[in-house]
């Protein structure tokens, strides 16, 4: 009776987690073991030569040498799948404080959305990533004193696994400043930055260079290519060799400027992410920034809509775009040299050839799931926009800043990591998913039924939702 019970409260929810399950379960069968994307290799190399890479932390390398006792991509994959579906129920357990139908709706972009699926079926740190982040946002809506540890070390991992969460460090920690809690958000701070500064100390021994990658500066350096004008920049004799002549129009995607073999950050002596190209790749791109701060604001602001596109045009190359589809032949082996030494590394990890086998009619019923089945972006702006409209509506000003709705979290950490990509890199279609499930979250608690504040022990982050909702 006890589960019937159980059933029956949740059974919508439920349903939907039976779907997302089918769903994972057809990835697994159509596409095996895994799908490879053009990072992949470089986790792989790690894997096995332990040491910070200088364009990606080594957060996501680790999550695979944890599973490489078993020799088995498939198993990457089945656990990352595991992983989405953790994502969603930790979403409907913080939703719940809304009603369940709302938190079972909360929940459908992450369970069901085909891209989501498809992004953990590919050997990318996406997936660790949002689950690290969306767990932390969990924890930081309940009243336990002692989840401040586990939200810093949260979010060191998910630092160490994207350096986009670098941010939400500062964003939560600020939450509880805001709420009055600051013996609380030290602890956080301490607790996330202990982790971080162990990694940046083995990054400084291995490369004599202070961070936690050496590359934010030829990042910035592309994203500011595509309005960078030289004749307004006037930059000195040393930074004119990063100009390119050609009108912001004509040229590439932003990436292009670190990976086209005649971009000229590439063409600069030594490997690209020297600390020497990368100083000067930082300079050009402050001085473009500073020289034209409404171009570069215009040009965040273009790669941010992207995301609210309706529809899903090819961007920023045919390449990249396809990784994001179930495709319909098996992908060639990598082109370029660095992902021909981590293919044979991935034949090391998984004690056999690799590869994707396409298996139908298992693929066939994905990839007409996958044309039909998606966020369009324009609900996912309004989903961002319930909640200060809800808020608005409400018409109940808050006077304390010590008041501020617990929505806030959810929301400002959906925020920032759909604006700071498209502010430091360029626009892609895998950062979108992990800020979706953030984003439904915010909406669902944005809309709750009003509730009586606690006092004492339970209102000791100065949440006024009731600790003690259960699953």
């Not at 997302?20 to 994307?37: D, E, I």
């Not at 990072?39 to 364009?55: A, E, G």
């Not at 775009?321 to 060639?332: A, I, K, L, R, S």
Request: hydrophobic content about 50%.
């Amino acid at each position: 009776m006890l589960r019937g019970g159980f059933a029956g409260r949740h059974k919508w929810f439920l349903a939907v987690l039976a779907l997302g399950t089918a769903l994972r379960a057809l990835a697994m069968l159509g596409y095996r073991p895994a799908l490879w994307f053009p990072d992949t290799y470089t986790y792989v190399v790690t894997v096995f030569r332990p040491r910070p890479d200088l364009v990606r932390p080594a957060g996501y390398s680790m999550f695979l040498k944890l599973l490489e006792p078993f020799h088995s991509f498939g198993l990457v994959t089945a656990v990352q799948h595991l992983l989405g579906l953790a994502t969603g129920v930790l979403i409907y357990r913080v939703a719940r404080r809304a009603p369940r139908w709302l938190a079972t709706l909360a929940t459908v972009p992450v369970l069901l959305d085909a891209y989501q699926v498809e992004l953990e079926h590919l050997l990318v740190s996406d997936t660790l990533f949002m689950f690290l982040v969306v767990a932390a946002v969990a924890l930081c809506t309940t009243a336990r004193p002692s989840a401040v540890v586990a939200i810093g070390l949260l979010l060191a991992a998910a630092t160490l696994t994207r350096t986009v969460g670098q941010p939400l460090i500062v964003v939560l920690a600020a939450w509880f400043v805001l709420r009055r809690r600051i013996r609380p958000a030290g602890v956080l701070l301490a607790a996330a930055l202990v982790p971080i500064l162990i990694y940046g100390a083995w990054f400084y021994a291995t490369y004599q260079r202070v961070g936690l990658v050496g590359a934010n500066g030829a990042f910035l350096y592309a994203r500011t290519m595509s309005f960078a004008d030289c004749a307004k920049m006037a930059p000195p004799a040393d930074l004119k060799v990063l100009c390119d002549p050609r009108p912001p129009e004509a040229r590439p995607p932003s990436q292009e400027y670190i990976w086209a073999k005649d971009a000229p950050l590439v063409l600069l002596p030594g490997i690209t992410f020297t600390k020497e190209n990368d100083d000067l790749a930082a300079r050009f791109a402050a001085l473009a920034i500073v020289k034209q701060p409404l171009d570069y604001a215009a040009s965040v602001l273009t790669e941010l809509g992207r995301a609210f596109a309706w529809g899903r045009p090819v961007y920023p190359d045919p390449e990249i775009y396809g990784y994001y589809q179930f495709p319909v032949t098996p992908p060639g082996p990598p082109g370029r040299y660095p992902a021909q030494v981590g293919a044979e590394f991935a034949k090391r990890y998984e004690r056999g050839a690799i590869g994707t086998e396409i298996v139908e009619p298992y693929a066939g019923w994905l990839r007409a799931y996958q044309s039909v089945v998606r966020l369009p972006g324009p609900v996912l702006l309004g989903i961002l926009l319930v909640p200060p409209l809800a808020a608005i509506a409400r018409r109940r000003g808050r006077t304390r800043l010590a008041d501020a709705p617990v929505w806030l979290v959810p929301w400002s950490v959906a925020v920032v990591l759909l604006v700071t990509p498209a502010a430091a890199a360029e626009f892609d279609y895998r950062y979108v998913l992990p800020a979706v499930p953030l984003a439904c979250l915010a909406a669902a608690l944005s809309i709750r039924p009003d509730v009586p504040k606690q006092s004492g022990s339970q209102k000791e982050f100065g949440d006024d939702i009731p600790p003690n909702v259960r699953l």
